[in-house]
C-alpha cells in the first residue's frame, strides 16, 4: 500500500549508489537493484532512502569513519548496534516503519535489541542473495526489522522467493534446550524477566524446556 522502508547500504539500488559503507565504493551506482529490493518495490513499498552502516558490515557498532556514526535515537550517546545500525536507528526513531538490514552473525538481531524494534534473521536462502554486498557467501542473509512482529512479517512475505502463505504450525513436542551458566550470569533482573516470559510463552504453547548444560561454551 506505498508504506516506506529504507535499505541498509550494502543492498543494491540501481538509481543510488550502494556504498557498503566504504569509501572504495563511495560513488558506485549498480547496473541494477538487488533481488530483495526488486521484490519490495513490487509489492508496492516505497524507497524512503539508503541508511549508514558498519563498514562493510564488519562489526556490531555501526561507528563509521568515513560516513559518520549511526546514534542511537534513545540516547544519541550510545550506538544503535550493527552492523544493520541504520536501519534499527530509522525505525526506532519513527522515519520508517520497517527496513531491510542483512545479517551474518547478529547483524539484523543486535540493533533491533538496542533500539527497541524487531529484528529477523532468516534462514540462508529464504530470500534471494543476489545484490547484496556480501561478508561470507554461506552465511549472510538480508533481514527485516521493524516497529512490530506484525510489520517483520508483512516485509518477509513479500521477500520470501516462496511466499505462499502455510498454515499456522504447532510447536507441541518441540523441544528446547535452555543453558543456564554463562549466559544468566551478571543477567539485568529486569532482562530475566523478560526472557522468563517469552520461554513461559513457549511452555504454554506445547513447547519442551530443558535445563541443559554447556560448561566449555566460553571456550566455542
Given at each position: 500500500y506505498g508504506l516506506p522502508y529504507v535499505l541498509k547500504d550494502n543492498i543494491n539500488?540501481?538509481?543510488?549508489?550502494?556504498?557498503?559503507?566504504?569509501?572504495?565504493?563511495?560513488n558506485w551506482i549498480p547496473p541494477k537493484d538487488a533481488e530483495i529490493t526488486k521484490r519490495i518495490n513490487q509489492a508496492n513499498g516505497v524507497l524512503f532512502g539508503k541508511v549508514?552502516?558498519?563498514?562493510?558490515?564488519?562489526?556490531?557498532?555501526?561507528?563509521?569513519?568515513?560516513?559518520?556514526?549511526?546514534r542511537n535515537p534513545y540516547d544519541r550517546t550510545k550506538i544503535p548496534g550493527g552492523s544493520s545500525g541504520g536501519t534499527a536507528?530509522?525505525?526506532?526513531?519513527?522515519?520508517?516503519?520497517?527496513?531491510?538490514?542483512?545479517d551474518t552473525g547478529g547483524s539484523c538481531r543486535i540493533p533491533a535489541a538496542l533500539c527497541g524494534c524487531v529484528g529477523f534473521r532468516p534462514s540462508v536462502d529464504r530470500y534471494v542473495r543476489t545484490g547484496v554486498i556480501p561478508i561470507s557467501h554461506t552465511q549472510d542473509t538480508p533481514g527485516p526489522l521493524g516497529r512490530?512482529?506484525?510489520?517483520?512479517?508483512?516485509?518477509?512475505?513479500?521477500?520470501?522467493?516462496?511466499?505462499?502463505?502455510?498454515?499456522?504450525?504447532?510447536?507441541?513436542?518441540?523441544?528446547?534446550?535452555i543453558p543456564r551458566e554463562h549466559?544468566?550470569?551478571?543477567?539485568?533482573?529486569?532482562?530475566?524477566?523478560?526472557?522468563?516470559?517469552?520461554?513461559?510463552?513457549?511452555?504454554?504453547?506445547?513447547?519442551e524446556l530443558l535445563e541443559v548444560s554447556i560448561t566449555n561454551v566460553r571456550q566455542l
Amino acid at each position: 500500500y506505498g508504506l516506506p522502508y529504507v535499505l541498509k547500504d550494502n543492498i543494491n539500488t540501481a538509481n543510488l549508489p550502494t556504498t557498503g559503507g566504504t569509501p572504495a565504493l563511495r560513488n558506485w551506482i549498480p547496473p541494477k537493484d538487488a533481488e530483495i529490493t526488486k521484490r519490495i518495490n513490487q509489492a508496492n513499498g516505497v524507497l524512503f532512502g539508503k541508511v549508514n552502516m558498519h563498514e562493510l558490515a564488519y562489526g556490531i557498532t555501526s561507528n563509521n569513519a568515513t560516513f559518520g556514526p549511526v546514534r542511537n535515537p534513545y540516547d544519541r550517546t550510545k550506538i544503535p548496534g550493527g552492523s544493520s545500525g541504520g536501519t534499527a536507528a530509522a525505525i526506532a526513531a519513527g522515519i520508517v516503519p520497517f527496513g531491510m538490514g542483512s545479517d551474518t552473525g547478529g547483524s539484523c538481531r543486535i540493533p533491533a535489541a538496542l533500539c527497541g524494534c524487531v529484528g529477523f534473521r532468516p534462514s540462508v536462502d529464504r530470500y534471494v542473495r543476489t545484490g547484496v554486498i556480501p561478508i561470507s557467501h554461506t552465511q549472510d542473509t538480508p533481514g527485516p526489522l521493524g516497529r512490530t512482529v506484525d510489520d517483520v512479517i508483512l516485509l518477509d512475505r513479500a521477500c520470501m522467493q516462496d511466499n505462499k502463505q502455510r498454515a499456522r504450525q504447532s510447536l507441541k513436542g518441540l523441544r528446547l534446550g535452555i543453558p543456564r551458566e554463562h549466559y544468566y550470569q551478571n543477567l539485568d533482573p529486569a532482562l530475566e524477566e523478560v526472557i522468563n516470559k517469552g520461554l513461559g510463552k513457549l511452555s504454554d504453547a506445547g513447547v519442551e524446556l530443558l535445563e541443559v548444560s554447556i560448561t566449555n561454551v566460553r571456550q566455542l
